[in-house]
């Protein structure tokens, strides 16, 4: 596609239910990254994908968080029980090749504003 | 632990004014500094500075880096309305791919 896309682009959900938040690269781009942006704090790294594989995971803020990435392509970032203080706005972003010598732009999507109750 | 300061937080100006903003650093193996622009959603690419010294220009926009004294500086001339944006700064470092982004500055351009 012509940029990345993410989906939903809002959610609201209650305390204590699983949420699921998608991303779709870049066509063509093998590393894929989530970000999270909260209220008053910059972008917060939370996990890398190269190809299928997540050599890094080390932003995930709890055991609550996981994401997969299928065929090179689509990711999803999954919270379970979600918490309050999971309320914020998650970026997906992508780039052509990723962590070979840092000069490999990212790309962003428009992120999906999650709210929890 | 890799830091980037960006000042200041937030910066109101009249339309036709120049800008200034700015963006230090404290990375392990600086690999790139880069800056994008977030209105509503997507924050949008603007520069990626690797070496010191080399202006980066599109249009009204300019960047440069300083490797030595650990900070990049973004300029915008002319400022429009349509500038209104917080403005993020982010570093790469010893990862080779993570960002490590700075709390932006807010950009408000009157008419």
């Known amino acids: 596609g012509a940029g990345v896309s993410q989906s939903p682009s809002n959610k609201v959900t209650e305390k204590g239910k699983d949420v699921e938040l998608r991303c779709d690269p870049i066509?063509?781009?093998?590393?894929l990254y989530w970000y999270r942006q909260s209220l008053g704090q910059g972008l917060e790294f939370l996990i890398y994908f190269q190809g299928n594989s997540a050599p890094d995971k080390s932003g995930l803020p709890s055991d609550r968080f996981s994401a997969e990435r299928t065929g090179g392509s689509v990711s999803t970032l999954t919270i379970q029980r979600t918490q309050q203080e999971d309320s914020a706005v998650y970026l997906c972003?992508?780039?052509?090749?990723?962590?070979?010598?840092?000069?490999?732009?990212?790309?962003f999507g428009p992120g999906t504003r999650l709210t929890v109750l | 632990e890799d830091k980037v300061v960006q000042s200041p937080l937030s910066l109101v100006v009249h339309e036709g004014d120049t800008v200034t903003l700015n963006c230090s650093y404290e990375v392990t193996n600086f690999r790139s500094l880069l800056w994008y622009k977030q209105e509503k959603k997507a924050p949008t690419f603007l520069f990626m500075l690797?070496?010191?010294?080399i202006e980066k220009k599109s249009g009204r926009l300019s960047s440069i880096l300083d490797k030595k004294e650990l900070f990049s500086i973004l300029n915008i001339t002319a400022t429009q309305t349509g500038d209104s944006a917080v403005y993020l700064c982010a570093v790469v470092g010893g990862s080779n791919y993570k960002l490590t982004f700075g709390k932006g500055t807010l950009l408000t351009v009157n008419p």
């Open positions: 066509s063509g781009h093998t590393a």
């Open positions: 690797t070496s010191s010294g």
């Open positions: 972003a992508s780039s052509l090749a990723g962590g070979f010598g840092g000069t490999d732009t990212q790309y």
